[in-house]
């Protein structure tokens, strides 16, 4: 079975700008989540998806939105970017929660 | 708040010598619990769970002990080679609806 793929891998944008992520889960799976990981802040959860509903929320702003398609796809959208939004993100997929998940390999974002 | 944290954010242990790992969680309700291996550059890697029924499971080379007493969890590498240098995060779930909420995470660093 192939990976968690993520695109794109690198990315730089402006402050201000709006960023659209996209995250295949592998073949099977229902559940998708995203994370944030900074050096300082850590892996923060920013959101779960099954079967296309958001199940579960993280401690975000607005700004930081996703979705989830019918095949399971999911892509998360920060619009307004700002400086402190410069991350690994991290995309992870599992047939349900509490069970494993596997992590993609992140999308660096670089706002500048 | 997020509570799932780690007592060294460094540890560096002698190659062939055992690895411990701690971690400690704060919330009792907490029912599932996780180690993941982050190596340089790729998103993080399941290495075990277990669930709050059990105190203690095994893998290859791995052993996650959980103490719901204390609230304390750790993850014991056995024989630790140098492909085991990574940050090693421990996760708790809530409850299957909920988040899966990461600890900081420790540098594992092995001396030759």
């Known amino acids: 079975k192939a990976g968690v793929t993520q695109t794109p891998r690198y990315l730089i944008k402006t402050r201000g700008q709006q960023v659209t992520l996209s995250c295949s889960p592998i073949?099977?799976?229902?559940?998708v989540s995203w994370y944030q990981q900074t050096p300082g802040q850590g892996l923060q959860f920013l959101f779960e998806?099954?079967?296309?509903?958001?199940?579960n929320k993280g401690n975000f702003p607005g700004r930081f939105s996703g979705r989830q398609f019918s095949n399971s796809r999911s892509e998360m959208n920060v619009s307004t970017l700002e400086l402190g939004d410069s991350a690994l993100y991290l995309c992870?997929?599992?047939?349900?929660?509490?069970?494993?998940?596997?992590f993609g390999p992140g999308t660096r974002l670089l706002v500048l | 708040g997020e509570s799932v944290g780690l007592h060294l954010p460094t540890l560096s242990v002698q190659e062939g010598d055992n690895s411990i790992i701690n971690c400690a969680y704060s919330?009792?309700?907490?029912?599932?619990f996780i180690w993941y291996k982050q190596e340089s550059g790729k998103g993080p890697q399941f290495i075990i769970d277990?669930?709050?029924?059990?105190d203690k499971r095994q893998g290859q080379r791995v052993t996650v002990l959980l103490n719901k007493t204390v609230k304390h969890l750790s993850l014991q590498i056995a024989a630790t080679q140098p492909g085991d240098s990574a940050v090693y995060f421990c996760?708790?779930?809530?409850?299957?609806?909920?988040?899966?909420?990461f600890g900081k995470g420790t540098r594992l660093h092995i001396l030759p």
């Open positions: 998806y099954f079967s296309e509903t958001q199940r």
């Open positions: 992870a997929s599992s047939l349900d929660n509490q069970e494993t998940q596997y």
């Open positions: 277990i669930r709050s029924n059990m």
């Open positions: 073949s099977g799976h229902r559940s």
């Open positions: 996760a708790e779930n809530r409850g299957r609806d909920d988040k899966i909420i």
């Open positions: 919330n009792s309700a907490s029912d599932y």
